[in-house]
């Protein structure tokens, strides 16, 4: 993984396939933000706008100050995949 490389994980409360993709990055030792939507539907808004989606996981990686790719519904294999 890139030293330069950003990660934002969008997750709510009680989601465990938010939990299991933070327990991921904590094992891995991956930094990454988190931007919780649980209490925040403008943010559910943002992820409409930028994505067509409104739940979460998402995951977004960047390589590039500027540019993000964006996990819909991530798994483990996809999370791995796209951090090489």
């Not at 094992?27 to 409104?54: C, F, M, P, W």
């Amino acid at each position: 993984m890139s030293n330069k490389q950003k990660i934002i994980l969008w997750s709510k409360n009680g989601c465990n396939y938010c939990k299991e993709i933070q327990s991921y990055f904590n094992e891995q030792h991956i930094s990454y933000a988190t931007i919780d939507v649980t209490e925040h539907d403008h943010y559910r808004n943002i992820l409409e706008e930028k994505y067509g989606v409104r739940y979460v996981p998402v995951v977004e990686i960047s390589r590039d100050p500027h540019v993000y790719q964006a996990l819909l519904n991530p798994d483990i294999n996809d999370l791995r995949k796209a951090l090489i």
